[in-house]
């Protein structure tokens, strides 16, 4: 017997329906409680789906409501269906498909997907048949319908229908798909051409057999007079650009001719779907070759100055914020080189995620062509560069310092001649009266910081940022937003240049405290955090630190525990710390308590959801990793000052917790922790050192960069307060170190830290470690050649000499690349100049005359001036004896 309703029963129902629909919040809640009571019986389900399919006089937003709270149900309480409820359900989505009402079919669509979400594709076997049978329907509803379920299934479930668990029916559906490829209505067409697509990036077999006739297909549709069809071609052809090149380049002329009209398609979705392929594109080995000659249209194209006439009201680049703590060393002529390889993962924001347009689109397809073609581009662009920024129209001028830009960072080199000219203008820009040319001025400018701070401070540097600090002061939030941000990235470039400004940076920083709301204010702890690390203990006078301190403990204050406004802050006091240095001391106590209770309450809350997450809700573990980034900073920045702290608090027992943490993060923070408390007050960690290092061994896995760098770090800094009592735990830690550094395609970063480590070991240890000295001397040198000279060159090189001094059979092999490694070496410290003159003039002495000069032969010309000059071994006169016994 088919399953019928109660009259009173489906009354009932109908009226909660209508009630759900009120504006009234008691309505709403009394709704909800009324649906909790009815979800205990199971046949309510079937008066919702028989509303959704049967109740076809009742209005289209009560039914669609009805299938909506089903597939709610579905997602939360399909496994308890009984089967007759469940099989009902399927037979009247499957019989209703194609609903004469667009929004009823949609619906049937979803609660389908919903279904086959709840791993019921494998139990329901008549579904795809069935559906792909009703696409011959001769009624055009049960056609589309039956295509909306079948684009939803393919979205959700692609990798299952490639599959043996299901007999592979994506052997049938793909050439079906093709077939409505030619079928005379528009919507079929473009749900064909988007179930296709589903399957393009993981490359299914099924497409691939069919590949030809899917791109003949294409090109058959380029010019359909349907949007969404124009739309999905274009994706499908964006996507094969990188799966399937191969089968493009044959037809690449035409494809790019093709993008080219579709770019300034007048539907804005198909402009932007054709402005990806620039982007994919331009990360083929081929891109070069293929665009050469479309060079002059390209340009045209990425010129924004159509675009309906007015540009975003969002700002065009999202706002920068400071990464997580990593360990990094000082390079030759630069600072440390944060962030190059090291953060895994930088999540967009999701402002500017939603507001991804053809504007910024076609501003990152300029940035990623400039980056192709480098100075081609220019002769291109600059005619239309002059006419866009010098327009009498603020639109077109804006668009024009788009561009600019846009191709800052491809075609600087080619730039430079014009920038004397071109940034007097831009930064007159930054007091235009339009606000959207203020803003993208900024950003502009921003992408030339490099070059003003590389010119005399008073011609660009000093103009720049005193008209960028009256920026942010701006009484637009959008070009406060965008000044903050393009005065952080200036505060990178310019570092102490800026030290003489200061009190004039900070006045304007702190009045925009007074001035900002809720958003700005996260992008004005960056730029104050930025300035800290820029600056450094230049910013640790009395005068600053009244200017600065007063303001952020005031919010620091102001925040509770739980608001995630804290995490900016956080980050911000955690550079002010380390800058500050003593200066920070008035301030430390309350903050490092507050920082030590975050960590244990975000621990407490971790432990209470594992054991019952039915009952607690997951923590937010950014608190915990900002506090103990915090935490380090205070340790690096106030150094002994911290014992005190330290003694009182349970900060080693949590930090125990934390290096175990699942989250990679949350790792990676404490170990940075645990090497700055290493530094700072050694005889705290000391205790805890037998527990510690063997999970610091453990996370010597280059899977996870941040992480396996900052224990490695964290391991060198233990090794040097050890000293010889770090001979159990040598064992634990070489051979991954030694994996490490001989890894093919390892970060700089993390081969320098594995490098110092590695030397630092062999300086407290070097019985136990020079017996490897060969597995690893080579790539040892060539990672530590580049580093500047400083405290943790000297340990390691220190670390090297006396392995070579135990084992200096380990070196002969690779000896001309220690040679080269010591002349990397500007002014070592006298010992230690000693230490390379004795090993290089064993060698020597050890090989011989004739040998050493044909050894030395090889060495380049600079190389052999450096070692002659510096440790006189390039003469031909008999050295010093004092070899350490090599054997060669």
């Known amino acids: 017997m088919e399953w019928q309703p109660d009259e009173q029963g489906l009354q009932q129902v109908l009226q ?3 009630d759900s629909q009120s504006p009234n919040t008691a309505t709403q809640r009394a709704v909800q409680q009324k649906l909790e009571q009815l979800n205990q019986f199971p046949d309510f389900n079937n008066y919702l ?23 709610n149900n579905v997602k939360a309480h399909y496994q308890n269906f009984p089967p007759a409820v469940a099989e009902f359900i399927k037979q009247e989505c499957l019989n209703n ?17 919903t279904i086959t979400s709840k791993g019921e594709l494998q139990t329901w076997p008549e579904l795809l048949p069935q559906l792909c049978n009703l696409l011959n329907s001769e009624d055009y509803n049960t056609c589309e319908g039956s295509f909306g379920a079948l684009q939803k299934i393919c979205e959700d479930s692609s990798e299952l229908l490639e599959s043996d668990a299901l007999n592979r029916p994506l052997n049938i559906m793909i050439p079906k798909f093709l077939q409505f490829f030619k079928h005379c209505s528009p919507k079929i067409r473009s749900h064909a051409i988007a179930c296709v697509n589903q399957f393009i990036i993981g490359r299914a077999q099924a497409l691939m057999d069919n590949i030809d006739t899917f791109i003949e297909s294409l090109f ?10 124009r739309k999905n071609v274009c994706r499908a052809l964006v996507m094969l650009l990188e799966v399937r090149i191969d089968r493009l380049i044959p037809h690449m002329h035409s494809i790019i001719q093709y993008m080219l009209q579709r770019t300034q398609d007048p539907d804005e979705n198909v402009s932007l779907e054709a402005c990806e392929f620039w982007l994919t594109l331009a990360e083929q080995p081929i891109c070069k070759e293929v665009l050469s000659g479309h060079l002059v249209h390209i340009t045209w194209t990425g010129d924004v100055e159509e675009d309906e006439a007015v540009p975003d009201s969002e700002q065009d680049i999202k706002p920068r914020f400071h990464k997580s703590r990593t360990v990094t060393l000082q390079h030759e002529g630069g600072e440390g080189e ?4 090291i953060d895994e993962d930088d999540d967009d924001d999701d402002d500017t995620l939603s507001d991804w347009n053809l504007r910024k689109c076609s501003a990152a397809a300029l940035d990623v062509l400039a980056n192709v073609f480098r100075d081609e581009l220019l002769p291109h662009l600059l005619p239309l560069l002059k006419g866009l920024l010098f327009s009498p129209d603020w639109v077109i ?4 310092i788009l561009v600019l830009g846009a191709i800052a960072e491809g075609c600087m080199q080619g730039m430079v001649p014009y920038l004397p000219e071109l940034l007097p203008h831009l930064i007159a820009c930054l007091c235009d009266k339009k606000a959207l040319v203020r803003s993208i001025a900024c950003w502009t400018l921003s992408r030339y910081a490099h070059w003003v701070v590389s010119q005399p401070p008073d011609s660009h540097l000093k103009p720049l940022m005193t008209e960028l600090l009256k920026r942010i002061l701006d009484g637009n939030k959008r070009v406060q937003e965008a000044a903050c941000s393009a005065f952080a990235t200036l505060e990178e470039e310019a570092c102490t240049e800026l030290v003489p400004y200061l009190s004039f940076i900070l006045d304007t920083l702190v009045f925009a405290f007074g001035k900002y709301q809720h958003k700005n204010l996260l992008i004005l702890y960056d730029a104050i955090g930025t300035l800290a690390d820029s600056v450094g203990h230049h910013l640790n006078q009395p005068e600053y630190i009244q200017k600065l301190m007063p303001p952020l403990i005031a919010k620091w204050n102001e925040l509770k525990d739980e608001d995630k406004d804290l995490f900016p802050l956080l980050e911000c006091l955690s550079s002010v710390a380390t800058a500050l240095q003593s200066g920070f001391l008035p301030y430390c106590e309350p903050v490092y308590q507050r920082c030590v209770t975050l960590v244990q309450k975000t621990l407490a809350q971790a432990m209470m959801y594992n054991q019952h997450p039915d009952q607690y809700e997951a923590p937010d573990k950014d608190f915990m990793i900002v506090a103990l980034d915090l935490l380090s900073g205070l340790a690096e920045g106030l150094g002994g000052s911290v014992d005190q702290l330290v003694a009182r608090s349970n900060i080693m027992t949590l930090l125990f917790q934390c290096m175990q943490d699942p989250m990679p993060e949350v790792r990676q923070s404490s170990f940075a922790l645990l090497g700055d408390l290493t530094k700072a007050c050694f005889p705290h960690v000391k205790p805890c050192i037998a527990e510690f290092m063997p999970i610091l061994g453990l996370n010597l896995n280059p899977e996870f960069i941040s992480v396996c760098n900052n224990a490695t770090w964290a391991i060198g800094e233990i090794a040097m307060q050890m000293g010889s009592d770090m001979q159990p735990y040598v064992g634990l830690v070489l051979n991954n170190l ?12 993390l081969l320098e830290n594995t490098a110092i480590t590695i030397g630092r070991l062999g300086y407290v240890c070097p019985q136990e470690v020079s017996p490897m000295l060969q597995q690893f001397i080579r790539p040892w040198c060539t990672s530590l050649r580049n580093i500047r000279d400083n405290e943790e060159k000297d340990s390691a090189f220190r670390g090297i000499c006396m392995m070579i001094g135990v084992n200096p059979a380990g070196v002969v092999q690779d000896f001309i690349f220690f040679c080269d490694a010591v002349a990397s070496w500007v002014s070592p410290k006298d010992d230690l100049r000693d230490m390379f003159y004795k090993i290089l003039h064993g060698f020597k002495d050890q090989v011989g005359e004739e040998n050493w000069q044909q050894f030395s032969e090889q060495f380049p010309p600079l190389l052999k001036e450096r070692l002659s ?20």
């Open 49 to 71: 789906i028989f509303v959704l399919t049967r109740l076809k006089t009742e209005d289209e937003p009560t039914r669609s409501l009805s299938g909506l709270i089903l597939k």
């Open 16 to 18: 909660l329906l209508k």
């Open 220 to 229: 058959a549709l380029a010019t359909d007079e349907d949007s969404e069809v």
């Open 397 to 400: 001028k804006e668009s024009g």
């Open 338 to 341: 944060e962030g190059e390889d």
């Open 738 to 749: 030694v994996e490490i550094i001989n890894r093919p395609n390892t970060p700089k970063t």
């Open 97 to 113: 498909i194609g609903d004469p009402s667009p929004l009823i079919r949609a619906t049937i669509g979803i609660l389908i997907t």
């Open 869 to 888: 000059a510096c440790y006189g071994v390039g003469e031909l006169w008999r050295s010093l004896k004092t070899s350490p016994g090599a054997t060669a």
